[in-house]
């Protein structure tokens, strides 16, 4: 039986998404590959409809944390700081990958799953006068939270703050508006939103925010600037993954042959409601209140006397693989994300595998 992923990325693949992996042999040096490399790079801005010359994307190998990592080891200043926004599994990352990297780093934590206190931030900045960048994560997949922005954007903006953001799991399926937030950057890869495969990863930076070449790096492979300079030419710094590329490729024409983010927004929104309220007639209730998540995943409390691992393979069983609870959340909740290839008929049947549970 072809097993159905639900777990935020990788995603289940499409078909014709599949069959873009066999694509002819390629050299990462000749015009074959700046073609395709190109035809992604101009793509990955228009889904947000952004002025290339205002913004251009830093195409990586890796998968999402190499995007995390390159994004916050390139665009801090040498003498910069970061604040960074904790309320979940990723936000702890950014502190980490900031801390690794030597970056004088500010982490400002929230409870897992709750709201970022807008009043709590302006505090934390006020005393923290000079701080140059702050780190948020849209999308904490963690716990399913999506993250308000617009106020974050706006303390950033007052206060000359560049936004660095992990876009990673709402990147192509949640509003990011760079232009009106004043987005420095955003993180984000090919297998989660936009339904390509794990290997390709991308940040979005605004031109404005890279360092020249006189900084001091704290990397070489993950480094911004020479991914964009190398890229607006055509090249490329590495080796890169060819075959993963072929996929995004192939993933961001169905994406906008499907009507591009807001298409895919309305789609998973769909999917994430039946898969709530069948949850719920069944007496399983989700972490957060209606409304607090983000479309693309939502994590629900195990039912009582349920383990995840008995839920996990239970619904293996029946085709379906679900995500366990990350950290302090391991032993009381599960995750279910539609991403991917998915449709309402398969929510019906992974609804009725719950049902078979008898939890
Ligand atoms: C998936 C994800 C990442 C990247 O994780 P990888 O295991 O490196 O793919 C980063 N941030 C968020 C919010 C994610 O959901």
Redesign the pocket.
């Known amino acids: 039986m072809r097993a159905l992923l639900l777990n ?2 990788p995603v289940t693949l499409s078909e014709r998404v599949r069959k873009a992996l066999t694509g002819p042999d390629l050299c990462h040096r000749e015009p074959e590959f700046a073609g395709l490399q190109n035809h992604i790079r101009e793509r990955l801005l228009k889904v947000y409809g952004l002025d290339p010359k205002r913004y251009a994307v830093a195409l990586l190998t890796g ?4 995007a ?1 990592e390159a994004m916050v080891a390139s665009l801090v200043p040498e003498d910069g700081s970061l604040l960074v926004i904790e309320n979940g599994a ?1 936000g702890e ?1 950014l502190s980490k990958i900031a801390e690794i990297h030597g970056i004088p780093t500010i982490p400002i934590k929230f409870e897992w799953g709750g709201r970022i206190d807008t009043q709590r931030l302006k505090l934390a900045l006020d005393e923290h006068e000079a701080v140059s960048c702050l780190a948020v ?5 963690s716990t399913g939270r999506l993250n308000d922005l617009a106020p974050v954007a706006r303390l950033c903006a007052e206060r000359g703050i560049r936004l660095l953001v ?1 876009g ?2 709402s990147f192509g399926a949640e509003d990011l508006r760079f232009d009106e937030w004043n987005l420095a950057a955003v ?1 984000a ?1 090919a ?2 939103c936009l339904h390509g495969v ?1 290997g390709a990863a991308f940040v979005i930076v605004r031109r404005d925010a890279l360092p020249d070449d006189k900084e001091r790096k704290r990397t070489l492979y993950l480094d911004l600037s020479t991914y964009c300079r190398e890229q607006d030419r055509g090249g490329t710094p590495f080796t890169q993954s060819v075959q993963c590329f072929y996929a995004l490729a192939e993933a961001l024409s169905e994406f906008e042959e499907q009507g591009g983010w807001r298409a895919r927004h309305d789609k998973y929104a769909a999917l994430a409601k039946q898969t709530r309220d069948g949850l719920i007639k069944l007496g399983i209730n989700s972490l957060l209140p209606e409304g607090a998540s983000s479309v693309v995943l939502n994590a629900y409390l195990l039912p009582k006397g349920v383990t995840y691992q008995k839920l996990h393979d239970h619904l293996k069983s029946h085709g379906f693989v679900i995500y366990s609870g990350q950290g302090r959340l391991a032993q009381s909740i599960f995750r279910i994300s539609t991403m991917g290839e998915i449709t309402a008929a398969d929510v019906d049947r992974l609804l009725a595998a719950f049902k078979a549970l008898g939890a």
């Open positions: 935020p990325g998968s999402g944390t190499a995390m990723y990352r994560v849209h999308h904490e997949t992990d990673v799991s993180a890869a297998n989660k794990p």
